[in-house]
């Protein structure tokens, strides 16, 4: 074969292999070594593909005994074209997505010497991230510093695994290294940094990036933009977000689908379709392709203003463009029609969902669960979980939760108490939420005894009762007239940090003056302005009567 161009070799190889021809140790190093050494390293890796496949077999070898042939310090094989068998191997390994015997070979290699190139190195390092080997990956990284090339990409690879991983200390300690190396930090990777640390609520670094790459003299592109402003709307700062945008507009940046799909998600969040529809015209004015999230926005925003039979339409229109509803589309219309109070349009689409083979999942039960219970239909609902547990589904907290707030509604207290302890011996611990729910039932009741009693343990599962369950348990207590109970948790709200609403002032304020203790009625309210709540008019009345009353 050595006497044939190396293609012509290859050629009869891939052939004799394909005819049954059974080769040995010595037939394939040979074609290995003649496609090295004409540098045609694509051909050299396919066969090295073959046999770590299994698809280039024989009686005399097996792939790790012939790659410990190749590899062998006696091997045909000197320095000068070990360095790109060894790459070969190594590559042919990360292709068949087998990172601990691309590890192997990548050690074995610098063991012997040899120093990989950038590229090998920046395959395998992407491939150990893949696999969700981060430690690994850091690990390999910092062992191998050093001792192979490294350029910005693989600073790059490692700063965007440690983002993934939600490490962004070792992703800040790797740009301090970059910059020790005297590399340059690229617009990718303070991109991936600001990103990273936007997802992970440090709005603030992600800013201080950003202005720093401009000191750089590094242009913020769409991608850098677009992970801003995700930041400032993931954060709730909505007028930092428009206005980065008004900038990326005027600095001239393209927006691409994220951008487009960002914007749009936050105005139909906010209830301005119109601004958002004005966006999504200006997409296909632009060119700028439509994805199935875009879709999804409009039609969650189109259902958030009850105008699910638009949304629906709309539906219609994506399918138009080739783009097919997901579960998603078909989970966020059946919320809407569940909410408009239109079951059996929800039921219908959600048979839809079944003939379509779309998945249905727990969101999508309890969307529709919900619906039947607000609609104060029970049977329709235990149908559903039964239905539900059958497809091995199990029930949720969101999903007893629901159940027992029916219940609640319907008066059934011993019903949903009997929820809340199914839930509990499911494995499922009850949060603040759920004891909301029964206490604000029990309130509502006049049962004021085991609401008091609901609401103590709370401490002993180690959870804090919020402002809403202080507010309803005022509410009831008012409503029984007892001042000293409702003051008494007024005052106890304060101690935890929060603030009475209005109505509980309000409440409590009329049950004081009606026992005469218009003194005390004044105390909260001043109390009141100071948090910078406005008292209605109403509650300056039941204090002056109150006063006049005593004189």
Known sequence: MLKNPPLKAFSLFNSSTLQGFQHTHESTAVILHHLLSSNMLAEAQSILLQLISGRLSSLSFTPPSL?????????????????????????????????????????????????????????????????????????????????????????????????????????????????????????????????????????????????????????????????????????????????????????????????????????????????????????????????????????????????????????GQMRKTGLSPNSITYNTLIDGFCKAGKLDKASSLFDQMKARGLSISLVTYNVLIAGFCRAGNLVAAADLVKEMEERGISPSKVTYTVLIDAFVRSNDMEKAFEMKSKMENSGLVSDVYTYGVLIHGLCIMGNMKDAMKLFRSMGEMHLKPNDVIYNTVIYGYCKQGSSFRALRLIKEMGENGMVPNIASYGLTIGVLCKDGKWQEAEVLLNEMVGFGLEPPDSIYSVISKAKNEVT
């Open 67 to 315: 790659l410990q042939h190749l590899t062998d310090s006696n091997s045909r094989y000197n320095s000068s074209n070990l360095l790109p068998l060894y790459e070969a191997i190594i590559n042919a390994h990360v292709q068949s997505q087998m990172p601990e015997e691309a590890l192997f070979y990548f050690h074995q290699m610098i063991n012997r010497g040899l120093v990989p190139r950038s590229n090998i190195f920046n395959n395998l390092l992407t491939l150990l991230l893949k696999f969700n080997l981060f430690e690994k990956a850091w690990s390999f990284f910092n062992e191998t510093k050093g001792k192979t090339e490294f350029d910005s990409y693989s600073f790059g690879i490692m700063v965007k695994g440690c983002c993934e991983f939600g490490d962004l200390k070792k992703g800040f300690e790797l740009l301090s290294q970059l910059e020790e190396m005297g590399l340059s930090p690229n617009v990718v990777l303070y991109t991936t940094l600001i990103d990273g640390c936007c997802k992970n609520g440090d709005i603030e670094e992600a800013k201080r990036l950003f202005f720093k790459m401009g000191k750089l003299g590094l242009v913020a592109n769409e991608f850098t933009y677009t992970a801003l402003i995700n930041g400032y709307f993931k954060k709730g700062l909505k007028k930092d977000g428009f206005e980065l945008y008004e900038e990326m507009k005027l600095k001239g940046v393209v927006r691409n689908i994220y951008t487009y799909n960002s914007m749009i998600s936050q105005y139909c969040k906010d209830g301005d379709l119109s601004k958002a529809f004005e966006l999504f015209d200006e997409m296909r004015d632009k060119e700028v392709a439509y994805n199935v999230v875009t879709y999804n926005s409009l039609i969650s925003g189109l259902c958030r203003v009850k105008k699910p039979y638009e949304a629906e339409k709309l539906v």
